[in-house]
């Protein structure tokens, strides 16, 4: 069985390369050098002639920032891409995973979301995100397969605040180069995520293939919420650096282009309901600094 990742050398991809090659998956992993997912004859043509039973979308457009003075780019790879990546699969009779976020959602909730909320997205990329959804959903583009085909054949996995990986530029891991090196590290306390483990992101997403999940969208986090303080204040105490200094901030202290969702847990309960558990935020960030 041949597995696709476009986005091979990213965060996720480069992770979610290496766990389906280690459960014995014939992977062909695309870096955007090899395929640029903005152009969509090559994709068709790219995808056509591999013939994959599975294509893995882990390539985004995540400047947050850069998206509020560049929206046609954020689109270009968030929505117009996945377009051509699910046509291309369906095509070929793939089952298709793209990687969605949080951002989907104003953040204006007091408890953790689930995959029955409605999305309200507050900038452009968020904005460019949720179209990317509409274009991977079992409605989406394929019209010429049938709806029942598509529910089982698309999956829409919603992560946040990835971290992992090898050289990570991640939130968490430019947390731990500070504190490393003796600089302030500065935390909201008032954003609230469910952080997501790559390793942990990649194992969820090839068990929910596997067990032959229902298609959809599903919330693919570590179990469990905390502010961007608290966990800085776990990687502080973790990774051995107890008198480090945090600044606790707020959203409204620092000069953001786009706006961020402050509450924007993610309840994983659906995936749960599979037979999937996913590691606590508490042990995949021990996991981590350990590693």
Known sequence: MTVVVTGANGLLGAVTVREWRDRGYEVVALTRAELDVTDGPRVADV???????????????NRVD????????????????VRSLARAAAAAGAVFVHYSTDFVFDGEADRPYTEDDAPNPQSHYAMSKLIGEWMAAPAGPAAHVGPAELERANYILRVESLFGGAASRSTIDIMLQNFAAGRTVRA????????????????????????????????????????????????REWSGHPMATIEPVLTTDVALK?????FCALSNAKLLATGITMPTWQEALRWHVAS
């Not at 929206?71 to 929505?79: D, E, G, I, M």
């Not at 997403?205 to 596997?210: A, F, K, M, S």
């Open 188 to 235: 909201f306390r008032d954003r609230t995520v469910s952080p997501s483990h790559v390793a942990d992101v990649a194992r969820a997403t090839c068990d929910l293939l596997e067990r032959k999940a229902p298609g959809g969208i599903y919330h693919c986090v570590n179990t469990g919420m905390a502010t961007w303080l608290e966990i800085a204040e776990r990687l």
């Open 47 to 61: 995808i056509g002639r591999l013939s994959p039973s599975v294509v893995l979308n882990c390539t985004a457009y």
């Open 66 to 81: 850069d998206a509020e003075g560049e929206p046609a780019k954020a689109l270009a790879v968030n929505a117009w891409a």
């Open 258 to 262: 786009a706006r961020r969702p402050r």
